[in-house]
């Protein structure tokens, strides 16, 4: 992948703009990590004005992503996000001012996305951010503030790993590898409202919800991928196979897809032998989500997903799985352990106020 552009004017932690509106304050308060893997800062900062194009969004919740500690600790080499920096993917909030030549928000719009937190572009650990409107939607009528900050990311990545490189079709069947995870749980439910027959590996532990989702579970760990595949397809594999975990498990997709199948992986950055997919003339795709905010290019299409992901939600398809505990800028970091010690069950959402 080609390096990232420059980060915009408002990456990063926001400079003090020359003139400020008199009715908002011209400070915010943001967690800021200045070191590879250090403590969140809670600071007050300038905050930002939106330039031509972008949105002032008044944050108040902030979905917290492996990925985000990822970043965080420099162990991500495909996104780079430049220190000192405020992290967080995604947000719902508050529209409280709109950019020139901006026309499809306004002032007390309830919105969400996936806006920053990578590439030099200010994340979501803040109460406000200046964020690119194309990368906007107006947040599901039916959701909280915290529910609607779990969707943006894991939602576009099933969104787009379903829709826009495997075209499930009614009827299909389709196998989701960690149907109770976090990309998993909404690849379930957007392949099912989309019609398609559903399964999904999961824990012992999990497969209650995975079942209650619709699908049928399928113990991982205790049936092989050939047996799973004799038991419930004769043998002929599943359609469509949706990889959410990378390495041995796409291989594994690999063996479990039916002849001209599809295999959709948005983990699948290691080395894989493609014997068992060509054997079957199945077909193969990758989904990078951050591409939109690394290169800048094809942001409307996410406002445009979000919008699809909102009416599914509406519709009541649709629902993230949120992790009861509460969270705050000042515990952030509590957030993050919750996503390092695996204790999370369900997206960690983090209450702006």
Known sequence: MSAPPEPEQNAMIPTMPPTM??????????????????????ADI????????????????????????????????????????????????????VGPSVTTFRPGDEVYG????????QGSLAQYAAVDADLLALKPANLTMREAAALPLVAITAWEG?????????GQTLLVQGGAGGVGHMAVQIGRALG???YATASAEDAG??????????????????????????????????DTNGGAVLDASFQAVARFGHVVSALGWGSHALAPLSFKGATYSGVFTLAPLLTGVGRPHHGELLKN????????KLLPRLDPRAYTLETVADAHAAITDRSAKGKIVVSIA
């Not at 909102?310 to 009541?316: D, I, K, R, T």
């Open 21 to 42: 509106p008199p009715t908002m304050p011209p400070t915010m308060k943001a967690a800021i990590v200045e070191t590879q893997n250090g403590p969140f800062r809670i």
């Open 196 to 198: 398609a027959k559903v």
């Open 209 to 242: 919800y995975v079942h209650g989702l619709g699908a049928t579970p399928i113990d991982y760990a205790t049936e092989t991928v050939v047996d799973y595949v004799a038991r419930l397809t004769g043998g002929k594999g599943f359609e469509l196979v949706y």
């Open 162 to 170: 379903l829709v826009d490189r495997a075209k499930v079709r009614p």
């Open 309 to 316: 992901i909102a009416a599914l939600v509406e519709a009541g």
């Open 114 to 121: 996936m806006t920053g937190g990578v590439g030099g572009l």
């Open 46 to 97: 300038a905050r930002p004005q939106p330039a031509a194009g972008q949105v002032l969004v008044r944050i108040q919740a902030s979905g917290v992503n492996p990925l985000d500690t990822k970043i965080r600790a420099a162990a991500a080499a495909h996104a780079r996000h430049p220190l000192p920096a405020i992290l967080g993917l995604d947000l719902a909030g508050v529209v409280e001012a």
